[in-house]
């Protein structure tokens, strides 16, 4: 059990100001076990030529492929592009990492990522981050224990696991999240709190992975929080 492909979640707006293409090569010039890469856009990327060109570009320099999500059905678009993503490709891929342009990589930053999910076995969903930032103040302190407890999106996915999928669709469809204002890691981890699962080790917070994903967490220092992450969610 490994990491078997790298998703990346973009928009528009990161081809237009370089910043993905940033982020492409800070991945390709990092050392790690190669696998498949595919970038998730939004549809609105097709509306551009300049866009366009730039994605074939990127396409033909990094040996990367992208992929294209109508995200105008419903009214949470972030939401609709990672619901379609966490599916995509599942059975040729069945352990999915999913990294964001404002990830810092570590060399070989998957490898005791690898090693420790070859331990858990198959008994988990998601290996990622809870909150690791100021907000809040102390972790144990912090009045907003959601904020503190959620697995933010970049992570490894299991989807081996059909119950991982059937939850996804069940808050996505059943439970409405495609029309909620919230983002898809607030949304599912609403609703598995709230859920009858009880086995809160299928969301597992990694030694290896930081989420200091806000704004106002840019300079936190990420050694002091989780000082052997490989991968650091974080502001640039």
């Known amino acids: 059990m490994m990491i078997d492909v ?31 890469v595919w970038v998730f856009m939004d549809q609105n990327t097709l509306d551009n030529e300049e866009l366009i060109e730039t994605v074939d570009r990127l396409t033909k320099q990094h040996d990367i492929q992208f992929e294209f999500v109508d995200d105008t059905k419903h009214d949470n678009a972030q939401t609709t592009v990672f619901h379609h993503m966490l599916h995509s490709k599942q059975a040729v891929y069945p352990h999915m990492l999913l990294l964001e342009s404002d990830c810092r990589l570590k060399p070989n ?39 503190r407890n959620h697995l933010n999106g970049v992570a490894v996915y299991n989807r081996n696991r059909q119950d991982l999928l ?9 439970q409405h999240g495609a029309e909620s204002s919230d983002a898809f890691d607030w949304l599912f ?23 200091l994903s806000p704004v106002w967490d840019k300079n936190t220092v990420y050694v002091n929080r989780k000082p052997r992450a490989t991968i650091v969610h974080q502001k640039w």
């Open 6 to 36: 790298i998703f990346i979640q973009s928009w528009h707006g990161e081809i237009a100001n370089g910043q993905l293409e940033r982020f492409v090569q800070h991945l390709r010039d990092t050392p790690h076990d190669p696998v498949p």
């Open 109 to 147: 930053f998957d490898r005791p990522i690898n090693r420790d999910i070859q331990s858990l076995g198959n008994g988990w969903w998601v290996y990622g981050s809870t909150y690791y930032g100021i907000a809040g103040g102390d972790p144990e302190a912090d009045s907003n224990q959601l904020r």
């Open 166 to 174: 059937d939850f996804s669709n069940h808050m996505y469809i059943t």
């Open 189 to 211: 981890a609403k609703r598995f709190f709230k859920s009858q699962q009880t086995d809160k080790m299928l969301l597992h917070d990694s030694p290896y992975i930081i989420n």
